[in-house]
């Protein structure tokens, strides 16, 4: 009877801890769980979470304190966004969770590019360590997979090739949330398989952010260049400029680009932003249906940056260039008659 009482007790204490909630939290989590669809919001987010910083900075958090760390990790100060990323890294490190709930979007994703800047300056024994973290706060695994595999593959070291071979593919290999499909499909990027031949590509179509039709089809007799990105991934912005420079450098020698973007719905602003800063000179598709989309499930894209390079006859001849190799082969098959 006294552990009835007991159960009891607890049961009706629970609404009351979920109702006196520390109003500081409640605002972090909604300035850091906003949409910033615009360069303007995202400003916005910054200029709110530098003053929930400073009206924090006195304050004793006690087990909370890791909360300061992620809005740190989320600022404008690049050295302490750094120093932040660190930190929360370390905190998944020694914890299983956040100490409340409405954060886990946001520091997975934190934790996720942390672990590829680690990667990027080739700290391989720390990728080792920290990539079940990474899995663990992080929900897409066929981007983490992707992300990490790719620079260890083409990092040029034994380290990154032994990142890659001796852990990235088994805990691909082993990771119940992938598909047969993803396996297959990561395997063959991250090993650079080439198809057998020259396959068909399967065209798209759709509209662009101004509403203008678009066909993939429409470019048979030229090098066609078609790109799937999305703005919240980073590899895809950073291969952009590549992309640019090639369509402005060989499109009057015959090559198109249509980039694809698989970006939601929610996102178009965001999106539109990206294009005009970006200044990108060919058509970008969007339907707004994110990985559900035609357009992406039409030729098998489950991870982005894809790209698809294809010949005057409409084969796709080679996938997933980047830098001087996407100029080497666009060059080549402009050559082809």
Not at 57 to 76: F, I, P, Q, S, Y
Not at 123 to 142: G, I, K
Not at 313 to 335: M, N, Q, S, Y
């Amino acid at each position: 009877m006294r552990c009835l009482t007991l159960l009891c007790s607890l049961l009706a204490a629970a609404p009351l801890r979920a109702q006196t909630e520390d109003p500081a939290v409640a605002q972090l989590r909604e300035i850091t769980n906003r949409e910033t669809l615009t360069e303007e919001a995202a400003a916005v987010r910054a200029r709110d979470i530098a003053a929930w910083l400073d009206a924090a900075k006195d304050r004793e958090l006690r087990e909370l304190a890791v909360l300061r760390t992620l809005a740190e990790a989320m600022g404008a100060d690049e050295a302490a966004k750094q120093r932040a990323s660190r930190g929360l890294v370390a905190w998944f490190v020694a914890h299983q969770a956040l100490p409340v709930t409405g954060f886990d979007t946001v520091a997975g994703r934190i934790v996720m590019f942390d672990v590829v800047h680690r990667a990027n300056a080739g700290a391989w024994s720390e990728c080792t360590e920290l990539l079940p973290v990474v899995l663990r706060v992080y929900p897409d695994h066929a981007s983490v997979f992707w992300l990490l595999g790719r620079r260890g593959r083409d990092a040029g070291t034994a380290e990154g090739t032994q990142f890659l071979q001796q852990h990235v593919i088994p805990a691909l290999l082993a990771d119940h949330a992938l598909d047969d499909a993803q396996r297959v499909h990561l395997l063959r990027l991250l090993y650079k398989v080439e198809y057998t031949g020259p396959k068909p590509f399967a065209d798209v179509a759709g509209t662009d952010l101004a509403g203008r039709a678009v066909r993939t089809a429409d470019h048979r007799g030229k090098v066609l260049l078609v790109d799937y990105w999305a703005t919240w991934c980073r590899p895809c912005l950073e291969a952009l400029p590549d992309v640019v420079a090639a369509f402005r450098r060989c499109h009057e020698q015959g090559l198109e680009v249509v980039s694809i973007s698989i970006d939601d719905e929610r996102d178009r602003e965001r999106l539109a932003a990206k294009v005009r800063e970006l200044d990108l000179p060919f058509p970008v598709l969007f339907d707004g249906k994110g990985w559900k989309s035609e357009l992406a499930v039409a030729n098998k894209v489950q991870a982005v940056p894809a790209m698809f390079l294809i010949d005057r006859k409409g084969r796709v001849r080679f996938t997933d260039l980047g830098g001087d190799a996407l100029h080497a082969r666009i060059a080549e098959l402009l050559a082809e008659k």
